[in-house]
């Protein structure tokens, strides 16, 4: 074990820090005018939607009644936290976030209704629509969705207010902390993912999904709509044919028996079928893959992972999702774009996507360009204990073995009610991503953090998704109930540990250097500190070359920490604006 770099890392102090101003190019020319304006939900789209995002007013009070007079403009979906929003304010626990704005239309259809979606509000919020409170909510990583026709009328008016008690509380908050700073970072609040509405007609289809049986050469399509009722639902298939089934079941089963190839999808060659549904009136597209995540022997007989009933090794990076000047949020989703581009020509054919869920055209993205998702879980609970769960495990692993998540109180689980608002979440996380197909492994809990009874909810979330594998406890407190063995390995050469299921390395490497002009502060924190370019590339390629040769000796997957750089942490490989890539040759400012 490296020990210096070790006690370096583990008992980091948060002194003082001067905050670097960094902007993305992407947020250096954002159009308020048109933010984030793709379809913001490519898994059951329609024709249109209404995008919302753009400048709204805003007010941060001490009280909960609507403000008198508010305090100027935000540019939504951005937090008041982050740069892109123009107001660069943290929202505080005993505050309130108001958010207010006007929308016109020339006409109301008839017939229709018009649904008002959220993709994230952080944390807790109430909505208004023309003075009728519509709705209030609690989770500030998950989408809702609000049936306002009643209440709509030519001209409305939209109020949201929010309070976030971020990590004083048991509520799901990722990486987010008041206190920020190391591996911990700047809390954002409010409206964080696009705000939008469409009309659609007065029995429409409210959800889909989609499950495909590869091994069985079919696909399982269920069809949820407001009303139990449909005349005719049509599904049509456009891939190599067209596939046309006529039903007025909401259960529709595409049979491929008759196709003399299925087009697997991979990373390699990503093939999404395009996909139509007609029920009644209403009329959606979506799109599925045929793949199979499991687990099998290899040649040697060792458990591994299985891509469609083959061996398939999976080399991933971590990434938090966060930008130096949306925070959670891009300023385009052509930087996703160019951040998955730059994994797979790194080599990556998986992202572990960490203690964050992104918006939907981040899936998308991911399925259409090839590169499977390991998906986190929103952590939460109590304050966090370090010492137990971060410096004790690292440096004595054995105890690791001896800690019992039942034990609420050591995990900061006191709450049952925290308790069940985080099953309930979960349990939601996997209905709003199900239809992904680059999602192929949930992680239940990450290093312990608001870890309780893993066991109990890696059999809930099997029985709920039959079609992905589960790691219930990332980095260590492993119980044992995992399709994997999952360790995190940062001070100590990586073994490949034998055991019944497959062996990941699901975090190592955090090599750390230091851009000049790019890094947001002037602290440094990382896993092994590099003291110049050179030094890190060949740093990291000893260690990409020791991660081969441990191939052959059992590993079947591996997460290199990490993407890119956030806050204080520089281990990233590109800078934490996205301008540079520390593996390149680039100019020293």
């Excluded at 039959?466 to 073994?495: N, Q």
Aim: charged share 30%; aromatic share 14%.
């Amino acid at each position: 074990m490296n020990i210096g770099e070790a006690i370096k890392t583990l008992f980091y102090r948060k002194n003082n820090k001067i905050k670097n101003r960094l902007t993305t190019s992407y947020g250096e020319k954002i159009d308020p005018e048109h933010v984030l304006d793709e379809y913001p939900r490519p898994q059951l789209k329609r024709d249109s939607f209404i995008n919302l995002n753009g400048y709204w007013r805003y007010a941060i009070s001490d009280s909960k009644d609507r403000p008198q007079k508010f305090d100027g403009i935000i540019l939504v979906p951005y937090s008041p936290e982050s740069i892109l929003s123009g107001v660069e304010r943290q929202l505080k626990p005993l505050q309130y976030l108001f958010y207010e704005r006007y929308i016109d239309f020339d006409e109301i259809p008839q017939h229709k209704k018009l649904i008002l979606h959220f993709g994230a509000v952080d944390q807790k919020c109430s909505v208004w629509w023309n003075g009728r409170c519509v709705k209030n909510h609690t989770g500030g990583y998950l989408p809702f969705s609000i049936d306002v026709t009643e209440t709509v009328e030519k001209h409305n008016t939209l109020l949201v207010r929010v309070s976030d008690a971020t990590d004083m509380s048991y509520h799901a908050r990722g990486k987010q902390k008041l206190d920020s700073g190391g591996m911990f970072y700047t809390a954002q609040s409010g409206i964080w993912q696009t705000v939008w509405c469409e009309w659609v007609p007065d029995n429409y289809i409210t959800d889909i999904k989609i499950t495909p049986k590869l091994d069985e050469k079919k696909v399982i399509l269920k069809i949820y709509t407001r009303y139990p009722v449909i005349k005719k639902i049509t599904v049509s298939v456009l891939g190599i044919k067209i596939k046309e089934v006529h039903s007025n079941e909401k259960t529709v089963v595409i049979d491929f028996d008759d196709c003399t190839d299925i087009c697997e999808w991979t990373p390699e060659k990503p093939f999404l079928y395009n996909l139509y549904i007609e029920a009644g009136d209403d009329r959606v597209e979506s799109y599925f893959a045929m793949r199979k995540y499991s687990v099998g022997p290899d040649k040697n007989g060792h458990p591994c992972l299985y891509l469609n009933n083959h061996p398939y090794y999976m080399h991933g990076i971590l990434d938090q999702g966060y930008y130096s000047d949306g925070l959670m949020t891009p300023a385009s989703y052509d930087i996703i774009r160019e951040d998955i581009d730059a994994v797979k020509k790194l080599g990556f054919n998986m992202v572990r996507k960490h203690i964050k869920i992104e918006p939907l055209v981040y899936y998308y993205i991911c399925d259409v360009k090839g590169i499977i998702v390991w998906q986190d879980m929103v952590n939460g609970g109590g304050r966090y204990n370090i010492f137990l769960f971060t410096i004790l495990p690292t440096v004595i692993p054995a105890v690791r073995r001896f800690v019992d998540d039942r034990k609420y109180d050591i995990f900061g689980r006191n709450s049952y009610k925290g308790r069940r608002e985080w099953i309930t979440e979960c349990r939601d996380t996997i209905k709003h991503l199900y239809n992904c197909p680059c999602i192929g492994m949930w992680i239940l809990f990450n290093e312990g953090w608001g870890q309780f009874d893993s066991a109990k909810i890696t059999l809930m979330v099997k029985k709920m998704d039959r079609t992905r594998l589960v790691d219930s406890a990332s980095g260590w407190i492993d119980k044992g109930c995992s399709d994997v063995k999952s360790d995190h390995v940062y001070f100590e050469k990586i073994k490949v540990k034998r055991d019944k299921r497959p062996y990941v390395c699901s975090e190592y490497g955090g090599y750390a250097y230091y851009v000049k002009g790019h890094s947001y502060s002037d602290r440094i924190y990382g896993y092994k500190t590099c003291a110049s370019p050179w030094e890190f590339r060949m740093a990291y390629k000893r260690l990409q070359s020791e991660i081969e040769n441990l191939k052959e000796k059992g590993l079947v997957a591996d997460v290199y920490t990490q993407l890119s750089d956030v806050e204080d942490e520089v281990n990233g490989i590109l800078t934490y604006d996205r301008k540079i890539n520390k593996l390149d040759d680039y100019e020293e400012m």
